[in-house]
Nanobody, 112 residues
Framework: QVQLVESGGGLVQPGGSLRLSCAASRSIFTIHFMGWYRQAPGKQRELVAGITSGGSTNYADSVKGRFTISRDNAKNTVYLQMNSLKPEDTAVYYC??????WGQGTQVTVSS
């Protein structure tokens, strides 16, 4: 079973940017769907962005135009580029493989 490790979270001011990385313990070439989810305090975990093995992407309405998901199969890594960050983007961000395996999460805090 693949293991996932997220990194890149931190504290950023509104309007700033962060890039999250999700490193897999093995090749992600055969993983059909990789997703980034987030969970804010007191809220349910939600899908933020997803990417298929063919490169098709989808985004939550709240992040369209600001976030970009990508995958590098050669590096076994999925990225989430987050621009124009807002306080409401504050959450723990999780990586997921094929709707089963989860990483441990990385905290993103957007605050002045």
């Amino acid at each position: 079973q693949v293991q996932l490790v997220e990194s890149g979270g931190g504290l950023v001011q509104p309007g700033g940017s962060l890039r999250l990385s999700c490193a897999a313990s093995r090749s992600i070439f055969t993983i059909h769907f990789m997703g980034w989810y987030r969970q804010a305090p007191g809220k349910q975990r939600e899908l933020v962005a997803g990417i298929t093995s063919g490169g098709s992407t989808n985004y939550a309405d709240s992040v369209k135009g600001r976030f970009t998901i990508s995958r590098d199969n050669a590096k076994n890594t999925v990225y989430l580029q987050m621009n124009s960050l807002k306080p409401e983007d504050t959450a723990v961000y999780y990586c997921n493989a094929d709707f089963s395996t989860w990483g441990q999460g990385t905290q993103v805090t957007v605050s002045s």
